[in-house]
């Protein structure tokens, strides 16, 4: 005999997946409608569109593409705590190869000129973000390796890249935070089109993460694999090459990601570039409703809960706390959510609620 | 007139779940220093009437007599205070500390403010003692047997509190016939304290062997409380699935006719002196289409390592195989479902059901595999193919999306079954398909592959009840000590295959 309980608690949770995340962003939205005035203003300029808003979801768009990626490995059962190094690793590259007149010690006029002249770039966009994008890809199988095939707990395994890659990143430019001057890079964070660019990216991201799990079979595999990885080898799986697979598409992600974050200050800064954004990319799949002992998934449910972060952040901005404050209340905001999703607390609210009746028996 | 030497009765339990009514007016009576057996098919109610006992459930209707005094038991907590303890199917212990800190943890006796470890090793050493166990209490739990994980696990059950009423459930499902006979040692002596007993199994031959009374559920109902002496093992099968058991006759005659379609010509799988140092022995062994090869022997003996052979789960270090007289190159569990091998694994919580997926998705899990990553199943085809399976195999889920672990035991077996008969394959390897399965699925099972080996394909039945083994089996390979020791075809006579398996033939 199954107890039907955690049955029909399951079946509700299930049937909301979307619940929690979706409303933790209502009720951020709510503190910010009763005591931020103008907070939804949305002004038009140039035919754009400008405002709290907006800027939330522009400068969420890093951690909404790290989280992407996130889902897919921590869905396996791992963890991925290098994406920040590698945003970093990526930024690196991606300057270098526009601009790798800097690692000169001394630089003639004409390379000078040539160097802060915007429309000057070594090699072509096309091949900077091609190139980036690939080597934040190594990065990721190189991780997959250690994870899948090595066998190193991925807390651990991850952990190597994410010390080492801010020192790889300051390899790759000889140690110098180089300036960005070539125009059309920057305006991959920086162009408007109606909305910022970087919101085109997440959701081109989106649909394509989407598609490759859920036209494929691969997002069935991976929820396999994160719940039962025995089972599925013995069901004709390659687990290893999946949690491989995960591993090197969050690895991608954290391209993007870091493109994005160094057009946006148009340098690449090794030291600051992701700093601290894994844990915010984690925060936001488990506020959006994923286990971190992996199986199911749901990628917009790790997106809402990236936006989760992005707006308790600028509503705190918006209402002055200071800088250093801020992290504790995201603190306070992520456990309360938390909270919510703990099995002890819901059976706690279930008893709760269920007592009296209960008792009449 | 026993009424006095009760320690439990229970009267009139009722209790309903979403949807099912788990228990329907249910009496149980239990007398002090007695084991009782409570028995009855997957769903028959008995983990329900435990569960209301230990406090984990509380029924609707009925009412519970403890020791005299009428009790509401409120918490599992309350349940120990008062003195039922309950030993589950899964040990649950720290397998990682010793058995002495196992036994003693939480009430270790201190020395000048910090433990004495040599009198917690002491304790715990007398305390096995008692029951005839001799260990060394030093050693962490993980470096013992499941049976005496299972016996250290009822022994700190005792220790909590003054246990008067034990309940044991499925403690023997994993365990081998030597373990179980020193399990049911301990249940004697614990007996003669005058404890009681509450034994559950899906053993009719233990049920026999230990029990003084037997306690029949069915679909939440109670059957009856029996005589274990005067009541027949026949009538026992009959009460406990409701009907009586022309299927095993049926089966007998399908078994005959289907050894006369095997062509013996017809090669399907050849397997010539595989072997793998430390696991098993190097064998050889030919597998006809239509053919059920049963495979004999211990816990232990290499009957679960020839199946992780050749489905490729583990390595070979000698010898060859041919499949269709081609020879076999790489073995992997992939390469295996493409070459059409499918096997359903010994444990099947941890390499069988994915239990988080749906029944849908665990079914077509294989045959997704073998199609790859980019020809992936239609979703309206995934449905066809699951709805197909549930209802040829009457697996009982309310629909193809209900998650695998909401399932019992049985369902979650076919579950699997179904997984592997969608790859439609030629060999289909059963590890102990039937294990801690009611008995009306264990004779679906059965029948099942002999249908199938009807159908031309060819089956290796591994079980560790002979009786099982005998029934679907046309051939029978004995093993014992990681060796193939004998072949057995035709009419065989069960003692000398329990001989063969012993050692002890000559």
């Known amino acids: ?361 | 007139m026993a009424e006095t030497n009760n320690i439990i009765t229970m009267k009139g339990i009722c209790k309903t779940f979403p949807g099912v009514q788990a228990l329907k007016n249910v009496d149980f009576h239990l007398k002090q220093g007695e084991i009782q057996a409570l028995v009855g098919e997957n769903g028959a109610g008995k983990s329900t009437l435990i569960k209301v006992l230990t406090g984990i459930e509380r029924q609707e209707q009925g009412t519970i007599t403890f020791d005299g005094k009428e009790v509401a038991i409120r918490s599992t907590h309350h349940a120990q205070e008062l003195g039922i303890s309950t030993v589950y199917q899964e040990v649950n212990l720290c397998s990682n500390l010793t058995v002495a800190e196992n036994i003693m943890i939480g009430r270790e006796p201190m020395k000048l403010g910090s433990i004495d470890w040599k009198a917690v090793n002491k304790q715990a050493e007398q305390i096995l003692d008692e029951l005839g166990i001799s260990i060394d209490v030093t050693q962490p739990v993980g470096s013992y047997s499941v049976a005496i994980q299972q016996m250290v696990a009822i022994v700190r059950a005792l220790e909590i509190s003054s246990v008067k009423v034990l309940i044991l459930d499925e403690p023997t499902s994993s365990l081998d016939t030597h373990e179980t006979e020193q399990l049911f040692r301990v249940m004697c002596q614990l007996k003669s304290k005058g404890i009681a007993i509450i034994f559950i199994t899906h053993f009719i031959g233990q049920v026999y062997e230990i029990s003084d009374r037997i306690t029949v559920l069915r679909n939440g109902e109670w059957i009856g409380t029996y005589q274990t002496d005067s009541l027949p093992r026949l009538e026992l099968i009959a009460k406990m699935i409701g009907r009586s058991l022309d299927a095993y006759d049926s089966m007998q005659k399908s078994k005959i006719e289907t050894s006369q379609h095997i062509k013996k010509e017809d090669v399907l799988l050849d397997v010539k002196g595989l072997g793998l140092s430390g696991s098993i022995q190097p064998f050889d062994l030919e597998l006809h289409r239509g053919e059920v090869v049963g495979l004999a022997g211990l816990l232990g003996s290499g009957r679960t390592e020839i199946a992780r052979l050749l489905f490729g789960v583990d390595q070979p270090d000698s010898g060859s195989v041919t499949m269709n007289n081609k020879p076999v190159k790489d073995f992997s569990p992939l390469e295996s479902i493409g070459r059409g091998i499918a096997l359903c694994p010994e444990d099947r919580k941890a390499e069988g059901v994915v239990g988080e997926l749906t029944v849908r998705e665990n079914i077509i899990l294989a045959l997704q595999a073998n199609r790859g990553y980019f020809k992936y199943l239609r979703q309206q085809t995934q449905y066809e193919i699951a709805d197909k399976y549930i209802k040829m195999l009457k697996i009982a889920t309310p629909s193809a999306d209900q998650v695998v672990n909401n399932l019992s035991g049985g369902n979650q077996q076919k579950v699997i079954l179904a997984r592997w008969l969608a790859i439609n394959p030629q060999i289909l390897i059963l590890d102990e398909p039937t294990r801690g399965i009611d008995v009306g699925t264990k004779a679906e099972i059965q029948m099942l592959v002999l249908s199938l080996a009807e159908e031309g394909k060819a089956c290796i039945f591994i079980s560790s009840e002979l009786e099982e083994v005998l029934r679907t089996s046309h051939r029978i390979i004995v093993l014992r000590d990681q060796q193939k020791v004998k072949e057995f075809s035709g009419e065989v006579e069960e003692q000398s295959i329990m001989k063969t398996m012993a050692g002890s033939e000559e």
């Not at chain 1, 979307?18 to 300029?45: E, G, H, K, T």
């Not at chain 1, 869905?75 to 290098?82: E, K, N, P, R, W």
């Not at chain 1, 959510?337 to 008893?351: A, D, G, P, T």
Request: charged fraction near 10%.
């Open chain 1, 1 to 361: 005999m199954k107890s039907f309980t955690p049955y029909l608690l399951w079946k509700k949770i299930s049937a909301s997946k979307l619940f929690f995340p979706l409303s933790a962003l209502a009720l951020i939205l709510l503190f910010d409608l009763i005591f931020i005035p103008n907070f939804f203003a949305i002004q038009v300029r140039d035919g754009n569109l400008y405002g709290n808003l907006v800027d939330i979801l522009r400068s969420g768009s890093t951690v909404c593409i790290l989280a992407i990626g996130m889902t897919l490995v921590i869905a396996t059962g791992g963890i991925d705590l290098s994406v920040g190094a590698v945003m970093a690793i990526a930024a690196s590259v991606a300057a270098l190869m526009m601009n790798p007149y800097v690692m000169a010690t001394v630089l003639s006029p004409e390379t000078q000129r040539l160097i802060n002249d915007p429309t000057f770039t070594f090699a072509p966009l096309w091949a900077v973000i091609a190139v980036s994008l690939l080597v934040a890809t190594i990065c990721g199988l190189w991780n997959g390796v250690l994870v899948a095939y090595a066998g190193i707990p991925a807390m651990v395994g991850t952990l190597i890249l994410m010390i080492s890659g801010r020192g790889i990143a300051q390899l790759i430019t000889n140690g110098i935070r180089i300036q960005i001057f070539y125009e059309p890079f920057s305006y991959i964070a920086n162009l408007w089109i109606l909305v910022p660019f970087p919101l085109y990216i997440v959701v081109l991201m989106l649909i394509l993460t989407w598609l490759l799990t859920r036209k494929t079979s691969l997002g069935l595999f991976i929820e396999s694999v994160g719940a039962n990885a025995r089972s599925s080898f013995f069901s004709g799986i390659d687990e290893k090459l999946i949690k491989l697979l995960a591993y090197a598409f969050c690895g991608f992600c954290a391209g993007v990601a870091g493109l994005i974050a160094s057009s946006n200050i148009k340098t690449s800064d090794a030291n600051n570039i992701g700093l601290m954004l894994e844990l915010d990319a984690i925060l936001a799949v488990v506020i959006g409703g994923n286990l971190m002992t992996g199986g199911r998934f749901t990628l917009l449910g790790s997106v809402i809960g990236a936006l989760v972060m992005q707006a308790t952040t600028i509503s705190m901005y918006s209402i002055g706390v200071p800088a250093n404050a801020v992290m504790a209340i995201k603190g306070l905001v992520v456990l309360l959510v938390i909270l919510l999703y703990s099995k002890q607390v819901r059976e706690f609210m279930y008893r709760l609620t269920t007592q009296n009746r209960g008792n009449r028996l």
